[in-house]
């Protein structure tokens, strides 16, 4: 099965959880990371994180361990896409 934005330079996904949360319809970083890595894109960007984090290393470092190249986006962010 073919994914959206397969091969791509950057994927910008929601990470808004830790850990799944049953109920809640966003992503967790982990589901994040592991398609990022299935569509095999060069980096992940991680958004709409939850406030509940003071920090956002914690989930950056969660979503490190199967996607290595994560980051997570914070307010006026820029990212230079090559051509």
Avoid: C, W
């Avoid at 091969?7 to 830790?18: A, K």
């Avoid at 109920?23 to 982990?30: I, M, Q, W």
């Amino acid at each position: 099965m073919r994914q959206h934005g397969e091969n791509s330079d950057l994927l910008i996904h929601d990470g808004t959880f830790l850990e799944e949360e049953e109920g809640k319809s966003h992503a967790d970083v982990k589901e994040a990371a592991k398609i990022a890595k299935k569509s095999n894109v060069k980096e992940l960007i991680l958004t709409h994180v939850s406030r509940r984090y003071t920090s956002p290393k914690e989930l950056e470092d969660e979503a490190k361990k199967i996607f290595e190249n994560t980051r997570v986006a914070h307010d006026f962010m820029k990212v230079k896409l090559k051509d």
